[in-house]
């Protein structure tokens, strides 16, 4: 191993972990954020960098969710969200700073399901489960009016002009003049739920769409419905188009006529012309899953920025698409909730891109500049294993739960397909591993205990997918196998097995090696050097052993984690390591000394995947708390910091010495306050006691409050020694002069002047004797003194 500079430090550069998990969402007329329900709480993403910036309903002390948040509304200027809540409460917030406005209790007689606002924000309208509809004055938080009517659960409510529109489980639409708070109008035609409703107020008509597979137009002059125009499927989302766009694929603006996009359980987005009852535009570049087998939906939302011309789509499995309404090109994707995270792999070149597989059958490729993702989509059954090569970065390697492996080509423009399948194993593939100097075969192992190489295709081809050949297999251990890798001269592999052992295989053949035991327990990875020959294995048994290639011995063992550890990787060219356990913790380790450097923890549960970028400036790690945390290497500028700490340290330190030297001890006693320096400080308070106790007074009275505390902890600790009692005593007494006349506030104070306490009786108890001894002493030469004086008289 050469000599390097060994990492020391890594910070939380970003985490990425779920942002919406269903519910409500609302865009802001900027289209810069969304804000999205996500559990209990609203969380504010930044669409262009992919992070969350802030969350609504957080208990900022405790970092727990403070009151369920159920449903909640943007305002229209977007400054403002009112949320309701688990408790019955409703709460007014402005989300940019996270500040609490208001809040008043509803009188819903159960939970709100749906909240509404007018056009400027003034009048707030709640449908609750208990069928009723209430209109709210926000300046006064006062019920103005409880509209009844409705039946069931309040699905829609909205506002429109001086009305207020509702629909609730008899899937009639019913209108009041909330000013009044009497029902004007029921629109009865909708056979099933009511999921949307968007006004056209120059024609002064509606257009709703229901869970009944139908849209329907609306004469709000007459209240007869003008149109119904089948969609063949459920719809949950609909929204109203400008009056002149362009259609997709076409070149001349639609101009006269209501347009409508909507969308559903067939997850593609459609657009109407309802004023002629015309299907005018249907997606054929669908990234939504189609609808499950139970019939959930696969489109639950849609949303319509005006500012930006964009549609975005909120698929069912909380996935967000945003699409440019001119070309319905995906312009991004986001994923809302991911579920464990199993595995990650940098991918692209200069690891430009993230692979990472989830408990779910699509990996997920983000773009690290941004977040925005790609599902691939190919696999039957849960993702487990990722796997890439140094030789050809755009290839991915997946395993699943479909008893397959996939191979996956990144191409110019970074849009990943399956160029090729493998399906021989009859159990669960749990890892995979490529060939390191070239991209010519990769190995799988299976829960069926067998070890799998494949050799890749020399030529691709996209527009087919190919099938892999096996080129050999070999029954590998006596139970699962947790991991494969292969060195780095691509002539031998390593596996690890929960049979607690590690093997060693020749590529040539598959043939054994040798078996390194040791463990107690599973072994859960297994690693090359890539520098020396040594093979490294993590086990259940909390444990780190390297083995030397040579003769199979295990050279080093390393002990810091209390659980399994779950993943290791070699660092800076072979003398570090970094490991990843189920306590939630990475740990860095330096070989050389066996010691582990630091420790990190930012997960909640078990880190299940790790990978290390080309030149090892960022780890990411990700575990079954659904979290990525990106980990950037701060070695050098804690260094740099710690450098400058030291020369700022050293011209304070001449600083100091200058200004005691020059007699100026009010700027001398300042600045070794702040250097927190308890013997200069009383070495400087002993000179100025050269001037008497009144100098002292002037002197202490000059400080900051700040400065004042400082002197009170010093005081404290040179009460401690009897040779420094009499500056402490001092120090001690003008202060608390300051701090029973109020001028001097110190947090703890009670505390520090019970540490004190002991010590200074026992100085008073000594100074009390030595005056008594002294009084004696006295006592005893002024009786002695008429003797004395007789002694003379006789002895003249």
Not at 507 to 517: A, D, K, P, Q, T
Not at 672 to 681: I, K
Not at 706 to 718: G, M, R, S, Y
Not at 720 to 745: E, F, M, R, T, Y
Request: charged share 20%.
């Amino acid at each position: 191993m050469g000599s390097q500079k060994l990492k020391e430090a890594f910070e939380v550069g970003a985490k990425y972990g779920a942002f919406y998990t269903g519910g409500e969402i609302e865009w802001t007329s900027n289209g810069q954020q969304l804000l999205c329900q996500c559990g209990g709480l609203v969380k504010v993403l930044d669409i262009e960098r992919g992070r969350v910036t802030s969350a609504l309903g957080l208990n900022p002390e405790e970092e727990e969710i403070e009151d369920t948040i159920t449903t909640f509304v943007l305002s229209p200027d977007n400054e403002r969200v009112i949320s309701s809540h688990k408790s019955g409460l409703l709460k007014l917030w402005n989300w940019k700073d996270g500040s609490l406005i208001k809040q008043w209790k509803s009188v819903h007689k159960g939970p709100i399901s749906r909240l509404a606002l007018d056009h400027d924000g003034s009048l707030l309208a709640s449908g609750g489960t208990d069928s009723n509809v209430r209109i709210w004055d926000l300046q006064y938080q006062a019920c103005t009016h409880n509209l009844k009517g409705a039946q069931g659960v309040i699905s829609v409510v909205q506002f429109n002009n001086d009305l207020v529109f509702a629909a609730g489980d008899d899937a009639k639409i019913r209108s009041w003049k909330y000013s009044t708070g009497q029902q004007q109008l029921i629109l009865s035609g909708h056979f099933s739920k009511v999921t949307a409703l968007v006004f056209h107020n120059e024609t002064n008509q509606l257009v709703s769409c229901g869970r009944d597979r139908v849209i329907i137009l609306w004469d709000l002059s007459s209240g007869e419905s003008i149109r119904t125009l089948p969609a063949f499927e459920g719809l949950e989302g609909l929204v109203l188009l400008p009056a002149k766009f362009r259609i997709p694929g076409q070149a001349k603006k639609i101009k006269g006529g209501i347009h409508v996009a909507s969308a559903g359980e067939r997850g593609v987005v459609r657009i109407w012309n309802v004023t002629d009852g015309r299907e005018v535009y249907t997606q054929s570049n669908s990234l939504v899953s189609k609808a499950s087998e139970e019939g959930g939906l696969a489109i639950v939302n849609l949303l319509f920025n005006v500012e930006l011309s964009s549609l975005a789509v909120i698929s069912s499995d909380h996935n967000i698409i945003v699409h440019k309404l001119q070309t319905f090109k995906c312009e991004k994707q986001l994923v809302g909730f991911s579920d464990e995270v199993l595995d990650v792999l940098f991918l692209g070149a200069g690891g430009s891109h993230l692979a990472v597989a989830t408990n779910s059958m699509d990996i997920k490729l983000y773009n690290v500049k941004d977040m925005g993702c790609q599902l691939l989509k190919g696999h039957t059954d849960l993702v487990l294993a990722l796997a890439g090569t140094p030789s050809n970065p755009s290839l991915l390697l997946s395993g699943a739960k479909d008893n397959s492996v996939r191979l996956w080509l990144l191409d110019s423009e970074f849009y990943a397909t399956c160029i090729s399948v493998g399906s021989r194993h009859t159990m669960s593939v749990g890892s995979v591993a490529f060939s390191q100097l070239s991209a010519s075969f990769f190995l799988s192992v299976s829960q069926d205990s067998c070890l799998k190489l494949w050799k890749v295709p020399k030529k691709f081809s996209k527009d087919e997918i190919q099938t892999l050949n096996v080129d050999s297999t070999e029954i590998a251990h006596e139970k699962d196998i947790n991991s494969v890798c292969v060195s780095p001269n691509d002539k031998l592999i390593a596996t690890g097995s929960q049979d607690k052992t590690a093997k060693l295989w020749s590529v040539e053949g598959l043939s054994l090696v040798g078996v390194l035991r040791g463990h107690r327990r599973g072994v859960w990875c297994v690693r090359f050097s890539p520098v020396d020959q040594v093979l490294l294995s993590s086990s259940a048994d909390c444990t780190i052993k390297l083995w030397a290639l040579g003769d199979l011995t295990c050279i080093k063992t390393f002990e810091g984690h209390d659980s399994s550890v779950l993943r290791a990787e070699f660092m800076t060219h072979g003398t570090q390591l970094i490991t990843a356990g189920a306590d939630g913790l990475l740990k860095l380790w330096n070989i050389k000394t066996s010691e582990c450097i630091a420790t990190f923890d930012d997960h909640d549960g078990r880190i299940w995947a790790l990978a290390v970028s080309k030149d090892e400036s960022l780890i990411v790690s990700g575990g079954s708390d659904s979290n990525l945390v990106f980990w950037q290497d701060v070695t050098e500028k804690r260094r740099e910091e710690a450098e400058e700490a030291r020369q700022k340290l050293i011209l304070q330190e001449q600083e100091l010495a200058n200004l005691v030297k020059s007699d100026q001890l009010l700027s001398a006693l300042k600045l070794a306050l702040s250097l927190e320096r308890p013997l200069q400080v009383l070495r400087i308070v002993q000179e100025v006691l050269k001037q008497g106790k009144e100098g002292l007074q002037d002197t202490i009275r000059q400080l900051q409050p700040e400065q004042k505390e400082a002197l009170l902890k010093c005081a404290t600790v040179w009460n401690c020694n009897s040779k420094n009692c009499h500056p402490a005593q001092l120090v001690l007494s003008i202060l608390l002069d300051d701090l029973s006349s109020g001028a001097l506030k110190v947090q703890g104070f009670s505390s520090t002047l019970e540490g004190t306490i002991p010590y200074t009786e026992r100085h008073f108890k000594r100074l009390t004797q030595l005056l008594q001894d002294l009084h004696l002493l006295q006592y005893t030469a002024a009786c002695m003194q008429p003797q004395l004086k007789g002694e003379g008289s006789l002895l003249t």
